[in-house]
């Protein structure tokens, strides 16, 4: 029978130490909706959407409320829109319409965001694809809740470059088109290397063509739980570090699982997986840095940071995958910059710089996320940092991303507050050297060799 | 069924469990088991309640015990037991 203590213990983690289910993400397959006449498109998007998301939210304020655990974010992603669209878009204006429907069948669901207004061109893109891709600014601009992302490489088929070059200059131009609001569009459009088909966290989340109908996909959260329990283990061995930030990280993935179980049984629709990522928010004490920071560093950025990040990773990895039937999505933990108040006071005093974040994407899920740079950054430095940052996702197989926020009218030194969960960020130094010429050559880096590795 | 767990904390007083017990018993709420401690005048209790033959809304329910913890000046929380089986039992 469960004790007192546990009892207790539970509820501190969710009271006290930030506790919480992160995302309920309901993935919907929209390939049924296609159709060659755009009106019929949209009619049919938004109502397989609302029709499958009806009680979504209204579930997940039912578990809240009877396991008292907060579910922080309920949203939806949906099959990469650039397939869906394909037979009846033909110009980016006509994507736009698409992701106005998407926005009214988000708000109408009362999902805050909606994922999937995607692209995967890992190789090569068809003509619709480009389309869509070209479509973003204006789409990010005119709606409220989509998501975007664009995936430009994999493991197996290599970078497209094509692609990347595109990104810098989309990237900027949708910082442009919403730069009344701090560039905020910028915050929803993410590039990939290596995306997950069932990634339940925005802005990259999208439902891939390998998944069903309709799927539960649950992300958890608790950087707060594994700081606290760090606290009783200072000064300890690696080996008594490690254990403790798997066994934590088995008790937090445990609420995920049941969470994603009783979401899953109600709505009727099958589950899918649990995202084992540690997602910082920027409220204080729920921090990844402030781990990093428990273990020993002075400051995230320090020399260590990588290495305390690598084991951060592994050991939630290998806690969590015993606590749920079935691990998916990034798994691993977040290191957003605006969304983490250590990382934040960590940019502002100095310790933690473009390159060491990247340094820091070499060993955890998922990249470079949430930095706010000089709104004079040239598309193809855009680019180049895309570019390196797909190639660390390529070669180490593993999922990359760059989300960038090239904040017009802004320059180092400055912060930016984008509100919410999304937080607020100072703008940070960028490499001034170029790339124009490496960017601009054109065609694609080919598959890296899958033996041989060092 | 699954049971449910009801935590109180908060400051001792007269009549604690006395009102929380009122409030399940007219719901037809049965008390299976219950457990406290006090520390440094803090009052701790744990109840394992079983819910089923209650025809309140379960939702209803945990509104309406955080609202009466709330006029006794304790924090109730009601909650299902597996959030506390999943975490620390494998």
């Known amino acids: 029978m469960i004790t007192i203590f546990e009892v207790n213990e539970t509820n501190k983690m969710i009271e006290q130490e930030k506790l919480d289910v992160r995302t309920i993400t309901l993935g919907i397959s929209l390939l049924d909706c296609c ?4 009106d019929a498109l949209n009619r049919n998007i938004y109502d397989k959407i609302t029709r499958l998301a009806k009680d979504l939210v209204s579930t997940g304020r039912e578990i809240e409320l009877e396991y008292g655990i907060p579910i922080v974010n309920k949203r939806i992603s949906v099959t990469p829109i650039a397939l869906v669209g394909g037979r009846a878009c033909r110009s980016p204006e006509d994507f736009v319409t698409v992701a106005k429907t998407l926005d009214r069948a988000a708000r109408d669901t009362g999902v805050n965001f909606l994922g999937g207004y995607s692209a995967i061109v890992s190789k090569g ?63 929803k459009l993410v590039v990939l290397c290596n995306a997950p088909d069932d990634n339940p966290f925005m802005a990259g989340a999208f439902h891939g063509v390998s998944e069903a109908d309709a ?37 937090v993935t445990r609420a995920g699982q049941l969470v994603a179980q009783e979401a899953s049984e109600r709505l009727g629709i099958p589950f ?31 020399p260590g940071t990588t290495a305390a990040l690598a084991l951060l990773n592994d050991q939630v990895k290998k806690g969590g995958i015993m606590a749920s039937s079935s691990v998916g999505g990034l798994s691993g933990a977040f290191i957003p910059v605006s969304e983490d108040q250590g990382m934040i006071d960590a940019v502002n005093r100095g310790a933690l710089t473009l390159e060491k974040l990247e340094a820091m994407t070499c060993v955890c899920s998922v990249g ?9 950054t040239p598309a193809s430095t855009i680019s180049g940092i895309i570019a390196d940052e797909a190639a660390i996702g390529m070669i180490n197989q593993k999922t990359t991303a ?16 984008f509100g919410g969960l999304l937080g607020h ?30 | 069924m699954s049971k449910t767990i009801i935590t109180v904390v908060g400051k001792d007083a007269v009549g604690i469990i006395a009102k929380i017990c009122t409030y399940l018993a007219e719901n037809q709420v049965n008390v299976e088991d219950i457990s406290q401690t006090i520390v440094q005048g803090y009052f701790n209790m744990m109840m394992i309640v079983d819910t089923s033959g209650s025809t309140k809304p379960y939702a209803e329910m945990v509104i309406e015990l955080e609202d009466l913890g709330d006029d006794i000046g304790v924090k109730v929380r009601c909650q299902r037991e597996d959030i506390f089986t999943k975490m620390h039992r494998i």
């Open chain 1, 215 to 251: 799927i539960i996909n649950v992300g958890v959260s608790g950087p707060g739980v594994i700081k606290h329990a760090l606290e009783g283990v200072r000064g300890k061995n690696f080996e008594v570090l490690c254990e403790t930030v798997k066994r934590t990280a088995f008790k």
């Open chain 1, 402 to 417: 760059v989300r960038l926020i090239p904040v017009i009218g802004k320059d180092v030194g400055d912060t930016v507050e």
């Open chain 1, 125 to 187: 893109m068809t003509s619709n694809e480009e389309a869509l891709i070209r479509s973003i600014p204006a789409a990010l601009a005119s709606t409220e809740r989509v998501c975007s992302s664009v995936n430009i490489g994999s493991t197996k088929t290599g970078i497209n470059m094509d692609a990347v070059k595109l990104m810098g200059e989309i990237v900027r131009e949708t910082a442009e088109a919403t730069k009344e609001n701090n560039s905020l569009g910028c915050a």
């Open chain 1, 368 to 376: 470079l996320d949430m930095i706010a740079i000089p709104g004079d």
């Open chain 1, 272 to 302: 899918g997986i649990v995202d084992l990522s540690l997602a910082p928010t920027p409220s204080i004490g729920d921090s990844v840095a402030g781990i990093l920071e428990e273990m020993g560093l002075e400051s995230v950025g320090a």
């Open chain 1, 35 to 38: 159709d060659s006449d755009l």
């Open chain 1, 425 to 454: 960020a100072p703008v940070q130094q960028v490499n001034r050297f170029g790339c124009a010429d490496f960017i601009n050559r054109g065609g694609r880096i080919p598959a890296p060799i899958h033996s041989f590795k060092n």
